[in-house]
């Protein structure tokens, strides 16, 4: 009983359900990109799966039709039913094959109509510009600006304005890497040596979850993305503190915890802004506890996370470049507080 | 010559003469014999199992993946073994299995069915077999000291380049490619000269069978194919790799493009090189078991020769996300949909011959029909995915991994079960169990539909493809592990067909040169044939020649001079030499070393020289035996 119940929620989450969560989803579209991207899926869908049921019907039949037509007579002996046969049959093969390059050639117009539609959404509000730069295992974000006090760095997720077009300047520092969040639009590549250029737009505030989708190496399942849209004074509020440097330490704790991360290694590869920790190979941090998730959306952005992060990221994240640095009883606690109180 | 009307085919004419081609045609015995053989049945068969072997070792890398996957945050299998599991399983099955397997058959079947005692080229079908084993063996002699490839079967630089992916593993890969592609070739020569060359007295072209054609057309492909692999793997990669060229590099003006771009020229055709013979199977097939010849013969081979042309110019669709200008990729979206309709045309003279035939339903027609079923799917969610749009967001997913195995095993894997059934008594002189049969059928059938479609969903929810594990929170765990449940069913439906191939090898029902009552020319031959195939070379009277009323069929037993006819034949070399292995073992050996250190290359290719000169090296004046 609870076995076949069990299987029984089990299909109805596969049926209904597909797989649960709708915030990585290429069928919940909630920008104009991918929405106009599922409108072309469920045209093929249904128009494909009509095709597909009439072929399985017309072989069923073709099997368990009576097989003692008149025709059927000189089989055994010559291998070939009548001449008669044989030209309807001919008529009804051509036909379909006609019919077939009609509808490929429907669907080819519907597929080339959407890309064209695709490509002119873009420039036509004024919109923002982001670059992404794919790392191995992690999103570099900047918010262009032509004033260069007003760009905003951060990683791993990206805040846009509801509404309005967004611009992607996609590259990568290493290997291949592509940017999915199949919620806003497709994927594109991030190549090496290239730009690929790509818009997204957010019809509604809410938050959707991209993965990259080019396997780039042995942590490729653990370099996610999370884009944020927000109402335009929300997002210019959010651009404002994230312009702002770090914030001063307000405790002594946090004191103790700047001291440490200044003191270790951590400055070789991460970015402070208003401390003299200048690396640039890793996440800038100087909002770090603003950020949803850790480790390129491995873990959920909580002070117990990053303390397992910070201890052992071999074991979060096995393979990934975060050096481990041993640090003494005592230093995690005020540095974790330090990087926490980065809002 | 004289065309004699009796006796039958296959049926001994004359004692002296069997004797005769007994003698030329003979294995030398013991352990000599295994390296020195030449018959295509041999190796072809030797192909087969071969390539069975690695089909099972791939299914095996298969289901430990799917176990991983099964739930959320898995921690069975970490990402280092798990990027080795999916780099092999995916170049066992493309490399070491489905193509050789495809070849294994064509080197078995093809001179059968073409009325003729061996393939043109028999040392080097040898050299071709041996090349292949060694290359296998390479491959998982890396995978087994922890050197597998894990940069994905593709091996997209930058990532598998020097910086990225130091150490060995890459090298193995693309040097077992050098393996694969020179076996390859070498077969493709062979059956190219062999159709075109080879064929019984009567055969034109028009009477070719049709899973000839397809190896014809295979062949082809493969010739025009796989110098495009050599030119990605070993040019552009190894040499990026071994001597720091920068083919691949941006910072020194290089373009990691070049490489995909040259990948899927190959890549793209690879699929068909693996699929064109299984549409020939299947035509096989059917034309046997619903009893009439199979409709439409000139669609279907013109479908055939247009699917080998279309198929070197869809390559973009696998780069649709690399951002390449619109208007060139158009062309790849119509290009990709035309060849739809080349496979749409068989489909429908299929369903023709089925319909006007009278069917029996034995277990190779159910494979037939799993193989309509599954295939017809594979090809429509293709046809999506030429849909640059659509493309864009399942490209890379699991949906594109449904997608693909829906193709590859509905349009390849099922034709070759129901091949299997088909020619065991060819192969072995004996029946496979036809109830059995249908029950590992059904398994199959089942255990792959659980397995691959949840998969299509699976990718449109958002599921990347090559990812060792996922939260919990995407919800993809119920669909996962239903495809793992999948998985195991098909496992045991391998488990239920090697069973049955292993019980009737010795206890099925004795089948006789025909047991099915076919047309083409292998079924003239006894089961298993002899090393010669037929005492007197058939001539096609019809383009099923088994299908003309016995009084009407002819053998050849001479050479006629009153009217124009040629009759292409040439001395075989039926010594058995051991050059070919000895040759591809010193090329095997110089390949291997070359990994580690390349300057093995020159005493590699110096052995190799000497091999060849053992091998060409003239040893009696030519047409005087001993």
């Not at chain 1, 999103?139 to 509801?162: C, F, K, Q």
Request: charged share 15%; aromatic share 12%.
């Amino acid at each position: 009983m609870t076995r076949a119940r069990t299987l029984f929620i089990w299909a109805a989450a596969v049926a209904l359900n597909g797989c649960g969560g709708h915030q990585q989803s290429a069928l919940d579209s909630v920008g104009p990109q991918a929405g106009k991207i599922e409108s072309l899926w469920w045209f093929f869908l249904w128009l494909l799966t009509a095709i597909f049921l009439i072929v399985i019907f017309a072989t069923l039949w073709a099997l368990t039709r009576r097989h003692r037509g008149i025709e059927q007579e000189p089989l055994e002996r010559i291998h070939l039913p009548s001449g008669e046969t044989e030209h309807r049959l001919t008529r009804v093969v051509a036909g379909a094959s006609i019919l077939t390059v009609i509808i490929l050639f429907a669907l080819l117009i519907a597929s080339v109509t959407t890309g064209k539609a695709l490509s002119e959404l873009g420039p036509k509000k004024q919109g923002i510009t982001v670059e992404v730069t794919g790392n191995q295992w992690w999103w570099y974000v900047r918010y262009l600006n032509g004033d260069a006090s007003r760009i905003v760095v951060t990683a791993n997720e990206m805040h846009i304005p509801v509404g309005r077009p967004v611009m992607l300047r996609l590259n990568s520092n290493d290997v291949i890497h592509s940017f999915w969040t199949p919620n806003l639009h497709g994927k594109r590549d991030l190549i090496p040596g290239r730009v690929n250029t790509e818009w997204i737009e957010a019809d509604h505030p809410g938050r959707w979850r991209g993965q990259c989708a080019e396997f780039c190496g042995m942590q490729h399942a653990h370099m996610a993305m999370w884009v944020i849209a927000e109402p335009e004074d929300q997002f210019e509020r959010w651009m404002e503190a994230q312009r702002a440097p770090s914030k001063q330490p307000s405790s002594a704790s946090e004191l103790r915890g700047r001291d440490v991360f200044l003191n270790n290694a951590c400055v070789f590869c991460h970015h402070i802004a208003g401390t003299p920790a200048a690396g640039q190979v890793a996440p800038d941090l100087t909002h770090v506890g603003s950020r949803l998730t850790l480790a390129a959306g491995t873990l959920p952005n909580t002070k117990g996370n990053l303390g397992g992060w910070i201890a052992d990221p071999q074991n979060v994240k096995p393979g990934n470049h975060m050096a481990q640095i041993d640090l003494p009883p005592g230093d995690l606690e005020p540095l974790l507080d330090y990087l926490e109180s980065l809002k | 010559m004289t065309p004699v009307t009796e006796p039958p085919l296959g049926e001994i004419d004359d004692e002296g003469e069997r004797r005769a081609l007994e003698r030329s045609w003979r294995r030398r015995p013991g352990i000599a014999g295994w390296f020195t053989v030449t018959t295509h049945q041999a190796l072809g068969k030797r192909y087969i199992v071969t390539a069975f072997v690695f089909l099972l070792i791939g299914g095996v890398e298969a289901l430990f993946m799917r176990l991983q996957l099964a739930r959320p945050d898995n921690p069975l299998i970490g990402p280092d073994k798990y990027n080795q599991l999916f780099t092999t399983h995916g170049t066992t099955m493309m490399f070491l299995f489905a193509v050789p397997m495809m070849e294994g058959m064509g080197v078995y079947l093809v001179p059968l069915m073409l009325g003729t005692r061996n393939v043109a080229f028999p040392r080097l079908n040898a050299f071709g077999y041996w090349m292949f084993l060694f290359g296998g063996i390479f491959l998982y002699a890396g995978f087994l000291t922890n050197t597998g490839p894990d940069a994905g079967w593709f091996a997209y630089t930058p990532l598998s380049g020097p910086q990225f992916s130091p150490g060995k593993r890459v090298d193995i890969w693309a040097q077992m490619i050098t393996f694969t592609e020179i076996s390859a070739l070498c077969v493709a020569t062979e059956l190219i000269a062999t159709i075109l060359k080879m064929r019984a007295p009567g055969m034109s072209l028009t009477r070719i069978p049709m899973f000839c054609w397809s190896m014809l057309v295979q062949s082809f492909m493969v010739v025009f194919a796989m110098p495009a692999v050599m030119v990605a793997s070993n040019i552009f990669l190894l040499l990026d790799r071994t001597v720091g060229t920068h083919f691949s590099n941006a910072a020194e003006g290089g373009d990691p493009l070049l490489y995909q771009h040259v990948f899927w020229f190959f890549g793209h055709p690879e699929v068909y090189i693996i699929f064109i013979p299984a549409l020939g199977m299947v035509s096989s097939i059917v034309e046997t078991h619903t009893r009439r010849a199979i409709f439409g013969y000139p669609a279907m081979v013109l479908s055939l020769v247009s699917t080998g042309f279309i198929g070197f110019g869809l390559w973009v669709h696998h780069m649709f996300a690399t951002g390449l200008p619109q208007i060139g990729e158009a062309y790849f979206t119509a290009a990709s949909m035309m060849i739809a309709v080349a496979s749409g045309v068989q489909i429908f003279c299929w369903i023709a011959t089925m319909w006007s035939g009278r069917v029996h339903m034995r277990t190779p027609m159910y494979f037939v029909l799993g193989f309509v079923f599954i295939f017809v799917l594979g090809g429509l969610t293709g046809v999506m995915l030429a849909a640059i749009p659509l493309d864009l967001q399942v490209h890379d997913t699991f949906f594109v991994v449904a997608h693909f195995h829906y193709v590859l095993i509905g349009g390849a894997l099922f034709p070759l079960f129901g091949a299997f059934y088909h020619w065991f008594p060819k192969f072995t002189g004996r029946m496979m169990n036809d109830a059995l049969g249908k029950i590992n059928f059904w398994i199959l059938f089942v255990g792959f539909n659980l397995t691959f479609f949840p998969m299509h969903i699976l990718g449109l929810k958002g599921m990347t493809r090559r990812i060792y594990t996922y939260p919990a929170e995407m919800g993809w765990g119920p669909a996962n592990a239903l495809a793992t449940v999948g998985a195991c069913i098909i496992l045991i439906g391998g488990i239920v067909f090697i069973a049955n191939a292993l019980a009737s090898r010795v206890h099925g029902e004795i089948a006789g040169p025909d047991p099915w009552d076919g047309g083409t020319l292998e079924w003239a031959a006894d089961s298993p044939p002899r090393n010669y195939n037929f005492v007197n070379l058939p001539v096609a009277t019809s383009r099923y020649p088994m299908w003309t009323p016995p009084e009407e069929r002819v053998v050849v037993t001479g050479v006629r001079h009153d009217r124009r006819e040629a009759l292409v034949t040439t001395l075989m070399d039926a010594e058995p030499p051991i050059w070919p292995f000895i040759t591809a073992l010193l090329l095997g050996l110089g390949l291997v070393g070359a990994t580690f250190r390349f300057s093995w290359y020159y005493p590699a290719f110096g052995a190799t020289g000497i091999g060849l000169i053992g091998w060409f090296w003239p040893r009696r004046p030519e047409g005087v035996r001993s």
